[in-house]
Structure formats: C-alpha cells, structure tokens
Nanobody, 121 residues
C-alpha cells in the first residue's frame, strides 16, 4: 500500500507565504516524478509544479517566481514553498508521485487526499 500525506495548508493573507509538505509511505521500489496539483472550486485540476528524481523542475506559468518545489529523496518527501500568495491561488492542493512498486513493475501515479489553501484578507 502506498500513501501520500500532505500537510501545511491553511488560511493566509494575500502576499503571505505557506509551505506544503508531502510524505510518501508504504512499500515501493522507487519514485520518479513528484509534484503538486491544485483544484479551485468550479475549475479543473491543474499542474502547479513537478520535480523529477534528478531535480528537474516544471512550473505553472502563473506561479513561476513565486513558488519553489523541492524534494528530499532520502525522506521520500516533496515540498512547495509558496510566496507572494494571491487570492487566485486559493484551492485544494494535491500531492502526486509517480511510483514503481517493485523492480519489474511500471510507474503508476498516486495521489494524496489534498490540503486546502485559502488566500484571503
């Protein structure tokens, strides 16, 4: 069983900062790309940022320069530091990880349950 557990969401004022964390647990062989997605009310889920096992990053255009994704491969964790938050960043943020359960297996996407980030004064 693989689990992804997010933490760090909450209410923050515009211009403020938050850091989200996600820890992968369970039995598995390796993790490829990890990332963060978000879904605002009435909107489709969108990619926020991803990071490969080698550290290559990719960002949604609207968060470039404000969000920074990082990971700790030893601890099997991924983080996103979010600065200069805007009301339009309000959403449920989901952790995603591309995981291979055993050496002969294939990579499969796993998701956390999400953590709510609300940016409001």
């Amino acid at each position: 069983q693989v689990q992804l557990v997010e933490s760090g969401g909450g209410l923050v004022q515009p211009g403020g900062s938050l850091t989200l964390s996600c820890a992968a647990s369970g039995t598995f062989f390796s993790i490829n790309t990890m990332g963060w997605y978000r879904q605002a009310p009435g909107k489709q889920r969108e990619l926020v940022a991803t990071i490969t096992s080698g550290g290559v990053t990719n960002y949604l255009d609207s968060v470039k320069g404000r969000f920074t994704i990082s990971r700790d491969n030893t601890k099997k964790m991924v983080f996103v530091q979010m600065n200069s938050l805007k009301p339009e960043d309000t959403a449920v943020y989901y952790c995603n990880a591309n995981i291979k359960r055993w050496p002969g297996g294939v990579f499969v996407d796993y998701w956390g349950k999400g953590t709510l980030v609300t940016v409001s004064s």
